[in-house]
């Protein structure tokens, strides 16, 4: 059977952009934003999405584009090395801890939105009352689990309905109606008394924060960075072996990456206002998965038409965060239909049910989610992302290069051997430093010893793996 492939390139674009808007704009970069000192971290973490973000997004872009591959067959078949294939595989793990997480904060927007929605008429959403003690009451058990598995089988449907009619059409519909709701969302905000400390909260630089907390900023504003940027999961490998043509992949990535932290500055000028206009100052209230829901649920019970509110905002929630779950789907589903030729229903089936289960682990034990959301994913994320760029640098080389200037101009050709070092070499020391300091081994033993561990590790990896290539 013929291999799916994009209708349009804004498609293409729209699904891509889809996968990186999600809860990692929503709910998680404000909270990052507010426990890492406000712009400071803003201003980090644009750098990061800048300098390490879009180089890695197209790198994994010419991994996919030129195998026509997921991640396991495009590694080994661009490598001819089976070792590579088996380090493809860390990718549908890493798809599968994703989803895990991922589809139970799903479940809880859902709810949410139900709950909101169904209070337009009528009486307020229960959470009005009491927004800490419901959360407390839901975010757990057998309700979380429920909620996750119908958010689960939502994504499901999507993806079972496949690439063009499922995905493409899905995200054609489903970003530009979180665009137009945000920016509604926004502009009531800003009407809202005392927005303006929002803003400066979340926009004013104090470069003396930045100079006092830099090293301290760096490892959040790298694993914000992949997360929103969907990197280091093999999820932007996928989406672009489903492209057939040779564009610009430089303009696809840049476009991307400029909607995408667009909408997450956007979603910034809907919560902080809201908060701020409430008296909730978020450096100073408790944050956690939890603190989205408790701080704008307390601010919208106050608002006037605050259930219309909560509604357009969970509705917008509730989107951006499907449109991201499909693209975590995706990935061990296209790996069993490539690999093993089964049908995409049954892959879909197969995948659901095993998510079903370890999501609703995590469901059920918020210890565990906690690890599985915060620890490992950043560990896999990391460590996924340095072991493509190596690819990308030592194993495809000139490939690589030849697929990045594929349908560029002369602009983007001279921009192939300047990324390829980047991506080859100091991107990869960037990350696997980060990958030590979130387990604090540059606290312990200092910043240049760390550096120094980080390029022993990464030259090891890459012999390590290099030398697997002549066994076959
Ligand atoms: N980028 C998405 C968000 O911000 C989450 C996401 C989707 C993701 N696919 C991914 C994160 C792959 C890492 C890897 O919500």
């Known amino acids: 059977m013929a291999r799916e492939t994009w209708a349009t390139r804004l498609g293409f674009i729209l699904a891509a952009v889809g996968s990186a808007v999600g809860l990692g704009n929503i709910w998680r970069f404000p909270w990052q934003t507010a426990e890492n000192g406000g712009s400071a971290f803003l201003i980090v973490y644009l750098a990061i999405v800048l300098l390490v973000g879009v180089p890695g997004l197209l790198a994994e872009f010419v991994i996919g584009r030129r195998s026509n591959k997921s991640p396991v067959g495009a590694l080994r078949d661009l490598s001819g090395s089976k070792t590579w294939g088996a380090v493809g595989v860390f990718s549908v793990v890493t798809g599968i801890t994703l989803l895990s997480f991922y589809s139970v904060v799903g479940g809880w927007i859902l709810r949410y939105l139900l709950e909101s929605g169904v209070s337009l008429v009528g009486s307020n959403p229960a959470y009005f009352a009491n927004p800490g003690q419901y959360f407390g009451g839901v975010s757990a ?56 400390a929002g803003y400066s909260f979340f926009l004013r630089f104090d470069p003396s924060v930045l100079s006092e907390n830099f090293f301290a900023i760096l490892g959040p504003a790298a694993g914000q960075a992949l997360f929103t940027l969907s990197l280091g999961a093999g999820t932007m490998i996928t989406y672009a072996s489903y492209l057939d043509e040779d564009r610009s992949l430089p303009f696809d990535g840049s476009a991307i990456a400029v909607l995408n932290t667009s909408v997450g ?168 430093f980060t990958l030590l300091s979130q387990f604090g081994v ?28 002549s066994v076959i």
């Open 442 to 469: 540059d606290a312990a033993i200092g910043f240049w010893k760390t550096v120094g561990i980080a390029a022993v590790a990464s030259v090891a990896a890459f012999f390590g793996l290099r030398n697997a290539n």
């Open 141 to 196: 058990g057998v309700d979380a689990a429920l909620y996750h598995l119908l958010f689960l089988g939502l994504t499901a449907l999507i993806v079972f309905a496949g690439v063009r009619k499922g995905i493409e059409f899905g995200t054609k519909i489903m970003m530009p109606a979180v665009v137009v709701l945000l920016v509604g969302l926004a502009a009531w905000a800003a009407t809202q008394p005392n927005a303006a």
């Open 265 to 432: 500055v956007l979603t910034g000028l809907v919560v902080f206002p809201l908060l701020f206009s409430q008296g909730i100052n978020p450096a100073e209230t408790g944050t956690g998965p939890g603190a989205l829901f408790v701080g704008l649920a307390g601010a919208f019970s106050q608002l006037p038409a605050g259930t219309l509110i909560a509604t357009a905002f969970f509705a917008v929630v509730t989107l951006a965060a499907l449109s991201s779950s499909i693209s975590m789907l995706e990935i061990p589903v296209a790996f069993l239909v490539d690999e093993y030729e089964i049908e995409r229903r049954n892959a879909v089936i197969g995948m659901g049910v095993l998510i079903a289960i370890t999501g609703s682990i995590c469901a059920f034990r918020p210890d565990i989610f906690g690890f599985v959301a915060g620890t490992l994913v950043n560990a896999l994320l990391t460590a996924g992302l340095a072991a493509f760029l190596l690819f990308v640098g030592w194993v495809m080389g000139r490939d690589a290069i030849d697929e990045f200037t594929s349908g560029v101009g002369s602009f983007g050709e001279s921009l192939a051997t300047p990324w390829l070092f980047a991506v080859g070499v100091i991107l990869p020391l960037f990350l696997v």
